[in-house]
């Protein structure tokens, strides 16, 4: 099973193991209806614990989860990260991807130029960035359809046209 990092316990929250995690979900809806979360350094050492109640805010989100019961136990668990199985995300429209779907993809421009591999997504106020890490240089790419030409998942590529400035040292 594959697990995808949702967050990062920050702190505990109250005195009943409620944890307060920073998330790195774009919308908290994700969050409904999951029966189980995992929580752990790395995905590979992650402790499965049944969910028994999240509020959902704008930034952080509060779990309450079975076995975690009272705030030094929680206070154990401040800075593991909290995963869930890949394949409780819901399904994206056509054209949308998640970060976890273009991290790793190998970058060429579209007269077949190989650039590097997507090493990182971060989101700014109008679009995501794609970090783009070639063995010279890292190229910063706009996700906007001027630039991100083809995504294709199954081969593993990601089509780019190079707008003036991007690849310029």
Known sequence: MELLEIGRIIRPHGLEGR?????????????????ELFIGRNAQDATVFPLHSVQKGREFFILKLRGIEDKDTASNMVGSSVWMPSEQMKELPDGEYYWHEIIGLDVVTEEGLPLGRIESVFPTGSNDVFVCRGS??????????????????????????????????
């Open 136 to 169: 010279e240089k890292e190229i910063l790419l706009p996700a906007i359809g001027d630039c991100i030409l083809k995504i294709d998942r199954n081969r593993g590529i990601m089509v780019v046209r190079l707008l003036k400035g991007l690849a310029e040292s």
């Open 19 to 35: 944890l307060k995690v920073l998330s790195y979900l774009e919308s908290q809806d994700v969050l409904d209806g999951l029966a």
